[in-house]
């Protein structure tokens, strides 16, 4: 199993220059258990933003392109960016790659579509940026 050193390298969780928290999978990570221990690492770094500002809302980038074209999110993992999607304080989210390769990643995606805030998906940051923007001033 990876260690959490090495599960810390295949993500970054950070807020951009124009305030949008973006979310980048750097690889996949295809073990169940891996996978699962990989998303709490990664939720738990995005509840550290959002907890540094709580009178926020965060429109989200989710960029899956350097994971070329594997893709997996295990049971656990997915309950867990599920509970984090549903935080009053994550709102619309722009994904960056190619849906037909990250059939599995829509998973997660599609919890903000639940929660009645849009998800798209887009082959650049400048089109996801784009995007958000529009959705901020309607």
């Known amino acids: 199993m990876k260690t959490d050193e090495q599960l810390l390298k295949t993500f970054e969780v950070d807020i951009d220059k124009a305030g949008y928290l973006c979310i980048a999978f750097k690889e ?14 990664l939720v738990a770094q995005a509840y550290s933003i959002l907890d540094k500002h709580p009178e926020k809302s965060f429109q989200v980038i989710v960029d899956t392109t350097p994971m070329g074209n594997k893709s997996h999110i295990s049971d656990k993992a997915n309950k867990l960016y599920q509970k984090f999607a549903s ?35 887009f082959q650049n940051k400048d089109e996801a940026v784009l995007w958000l923007e529009q959705e901020r001033k309607e």
């Open 28 to 41: 996949a990570v295809m073990e169940d258990d891996e996978n699962a221990r990989r998303a709490e690492l």
């Open 87 to 121: 935080d009053k304080r994550v709102m619309n989210a722009a994904v960056i790659g190619d849906p037909e390769i990250q059939s599995k990643p829509v998973k997660f995606f599609m919890v903000f579509a639940k929660k009645f805030i849009k998800v798209n998906w």
